[in-house]
């Protein structure tokens, strides 16, 4: 090989080694462009999942537990069978209800309700403010699917400040799906309902006559009671279970 | 480095479709080693993104990081890179809020993190190691 065509050659290589390091150059800076817009993504979708969260749907599969073996019709828990009926009238938004549904509700569902001495029936009785007459629509509608009671717990578990704008459509929602609610289109449609939302208004006039002025109060109706006689406020598990076998 | 990559996904695809189909209808996957935090994961509100179930999303992502592996060249390359990295970026979501939101884990989207990790490392070495080369 002559020295001009080994200078050729050498050229050509160089040519050939720039080419290649430029062409790796540029895919290197499209890599770079396509991780930026990869990490673009998944913030959208952080984004989109923190939104659409509505709040934090807690111990749900703790309630639902609890729940699984004892029958629900309607927003009654307990068997159609049992003598006493215990009717709560309470706002979903209640703190007071919500450490009722914790630390007094849990000993009578065990003891009277689960052994079949007692049905208890939530009623609504909103007071709180305008986000309790959709929570407790709410509730109703899942009822109406077999899930009210599991409603009510998982969402006194996921409880927000009263008033506080977080009783929104993803928040029910999320409750909604955390109860086992089968056909979410249908409780969406129900719990907008006139029936429904005429329910809520229905109980809450039925608490009132019968002289509640706060939640959660009780009454309670069976053979040994003179018809439907009102507790009030109970101050434990044991004076609201002294009642139930008192009316039994 | 596209071996592993098949591999990898076709897994993923396996464990991904498992908890779409066991959470569709209200069910929940199977926690292998007990315990009731798949239940948990499954019913929080974090497992549905714009009402579709996440796990949905994890077969798409699979399926196509099965087809970047299956691919020659720097767009299958670099493709593999940004969805691997969507899945992984994901995946660190999902379990932080498995872990101090949610407040339990489930084994199955554990698997999927640890599949998506990997293929995050595979596609990055892969893009990293051949992109703009002949091979």
């Known amino acids: 090989m002559s020295g001009r065509e080994a200078r050729r050659e050498e050229r050509l290589r160089a040519e050939e080694r720039d080419g290649a390091s430029e062409r ?8 770079s462009a396509a991780a930026f817009l990869g990490l673009a993504v998944v913030a959208v979708l952080i984004v989109v999942s923190q939104s659409q969260s509505g709040g934090k749907v807690e111990h749900a599969s703790e309630v639902n537990r609890e729940l699984h073996d ?17 009717l709560e009238f309470a706002d979903l938004q209640c703190p007071v209800c919500q450490g009722y549904s914790e630390d007094v509700l849990p000993q009578v569902i065990e003891n009277q309700v689960r052994g079949g001495e007692a ?21 109703i509608a899942a009822g109406e699917q077999g899930r009210g009671w599991n409603f009510v717990e998982i969402f006194y578990r996921s409880q927000g400040s009263e008033n506080s704008s977080y009783v929104t459509d993803e928040f029910l929602t999320a409750v909604a799906r955390a109860a086992g609610v089968p056909d979410i289109a249908r409780w969406n449609a129900e719990r907008d309902s006139r029936r429904v939302l005429e329910e809520v208004a ?4 039925q608490a009132e006559s019968l002289g509640f002025t706060g939640t959660p109060s009780f009454a309670v109706e069976g053979p040994g009671a003179s018809g439907l006689e009102p507790l009030g406020t109970p101050e434990s598990a044991g004076a609201l279970e002294s009642a139930i076998s008192g009316a039994g | 480095m596209r071996g592993i990559g098949t591999f990898l996904a076709t897994f993923g695809i396996g464990v991904a479709t498992y908890i779409a189909i066991a959470d569709s ?7 292998i ?11 929080s509100s974090y497992s549905h993104l714009a009402g579709v179930d996440v796990a949905v999303f994890g077969i798409a992502g699979y399926v196509l990081l099965l087809c970047c592996a299956l691919l020659r060249g720097d767009g299958a390359r670099i493709a593999g ?8 970026g994901f995946s660190l979501y999902l379990t932080y809020l498995e872990l101090f939101t949610i407040d339990a884990i489930c084994q199955w989207c554990v698997a999927s993190a640890v599949l998506m990790t990997l293929l995050f490392v595979t596609n990055a070495i892969r893009m990293l190691g051949y992109v703009g080369t002949e091979r």
Request: with cysteine; hydrophobic share 40%.
């Open chain 1, 24 to 31: 790796r150059q540029r895919m290197v800076k499209l890599g």
């Open chain 1, 119 to 139: 049905r208890l029936e939530f009623r609504n009785f909103t007071i709180i403010g305008p986000e309790s007459k959709p929570a407790g629509a709410a509730a």
């Open chain 2, 33 to 43: 080693a007990g315990g009731h935090g798949c239940q948990t994961v499954a019913e």
């Open chain 1, 70 to 86: 004892i029958p629900q019709s309607g927003m009654v828990l307990g068997r159609p069978s049992a003598k006493v009926t215990v």
């Open chain 2, 25 to 31: 209808g209200g069910g929940a996957p199977v926690c």
């Open chain 1, 202 to 205: 229905d109980s809450k006039s």
């Open chain 2, 81 to 88: 890179f940004a969805l691997s990295l969507v899945g992984f």
